[in-house]
């Protein structure tokens, strides 16, 4: 798979990386041994960008991932998170705390240093030099080598970037999902990589999606506003759509969704997530598949600005600084 540079500190990966959340939360239960051969399987098709975090399960799905990756750790780029406490997820990127948990992800890991090292939510009680110091810290020690950002906005980003200098921003962004294109031009200046979640809209951009009546309460589809009826009908129109592009192209829509992210600019790299092996063989063959500017027109004549219903529910929102 042909590889990308994010950011301007160095940090190189596979054009599409790999999510582990769903493995661990999220998407109702989860299955390690599906999860591990995922993992697996991403690798053995070039897949070098491997992307997890302390809250996925409070440190199984490290533990997931460290020992997924353990024969080949030394080819990959492991990312982790820090920000956020057990069982209330509420905010915490104290300097201590930051310390606890890099500690914990080095041990549950099983690694002597973390590639990118995320703040998961920017907390508002903790000043953001701070968490960067602290980050510089680690990265002197020779512990981590970059630091990222998730969900954070223009203020945050430079603030972070005068202390130590940013490598990339993780947030959502798919064809559903466009409200993060603001952020580009301080991304572009300061030199940051960029790291879409939720690259398939949460998996409705895989042509599977179903009404929210259908999931179970753990999973977080059956609350998300994209499922609930009336915008339901409206995406699935609109995916039907791509279908028939992506069709066109000897292609899935899901391979169509990830090109097109890719399409958006040579810094970015996604990181869609499944416990399917069969499935990370369809996203990484994303890799290869080459969208005209006809078809970027046709696809902003299906979704000119994104898919229908918030990514949040009132309450959850962010909102960027």
């Known amino acids: 798979m042909q590889k990308r540079t994010l950011g301007q500190q160095g940090l190189t990966t596979s054009a599409i990386g790999y999510g582990s959340m769903g493995i661990s939360l999220a998407y109702g239960p989860g299955d390690e041994q599906e999860g591990v051969a995922a993992i697996q399987k991403a690798h053995d098709l070039g897949v ?8 996925y399960g409070w440190g199984a799905n490290e533990e997931i991932v460290g020992r997924a990756v353990k024969s080949f750790r030394d080819d990959v780029v492991i990312a982790t998170k ?15 705390h930051i310390r606890d948990v890099v500690e914990n992800s080095l041990r549950r890991l099983g690694v002597d240093h973390i590639d990118v090292l995320y703040q998961h939510r920017v907390d508002p009680n903790v000043p953001i030099e701070d968490v960067a110091g602290t980050v510089k810290e680690f990265i002197d020690a020779g512990k981590v080598k970059y630091f990222g950002l998730s969900e954070a906005g223009p203020e945050t ?5 005068a202390i130590q ?19 580009f031009p301080v991304l572009n200046e300061l030199g940051i990589g960029f790291v879409p979640y939720s690259p398939l809209g949460r998996g409705f951009l895989t042509g599977s999606a179903k009404p929210a009546s259908a999931y179970d309460k753990s999973d977080m589809r059956s609350w998300d506003a994209r499922w ?18 992506a069709a066109s192209k000897e292609a899935t829509v899901a391979q169509l ?27 990484t063959g994303a890799a290869d598949l ?5 078809d970027l027109v046709r696809i902003k004549e299906i979704l000119p600005v994104g898919g229908f219903g918030s990514r949040y529910p009132e309450g959850m929102e962010i909102d960027w600084v």
């Open 48 to 55: 070098t960008f491997f992307d997890t975090a302390e809250m």
């Open 82 to 96: 820090f920000g956020f406490t057990a069982p209330d997820y509420g905010l915490d990127s104290r300097p201590e």
């Open 157 to 161: 980003l430079r603030r972070a970037h």
């Open 165 to 183: 200098p940013v490598s990339v921003l993780q947030t959502e962004y798919s064809l559903f999902e466009r409200e993060v294109e603001v952020l």
């Open 228 to 245: 609930q009826p009336g915008n339901f009908e409206k995406n699935v129109e609109a995916t039907r759509q791509l279908t028939e592009l």
């Open 257 to 283: 969704a990830l090109a097109w992210l890719l399409a958006q600019g040579g810094h970015i790299v996604p990181i869609p997530g499944t416990r399917s092996a069969k499935r990370v063989e369809e996203n």
């Open 290 to 294: 080459i969208l005209t500017e006809t």
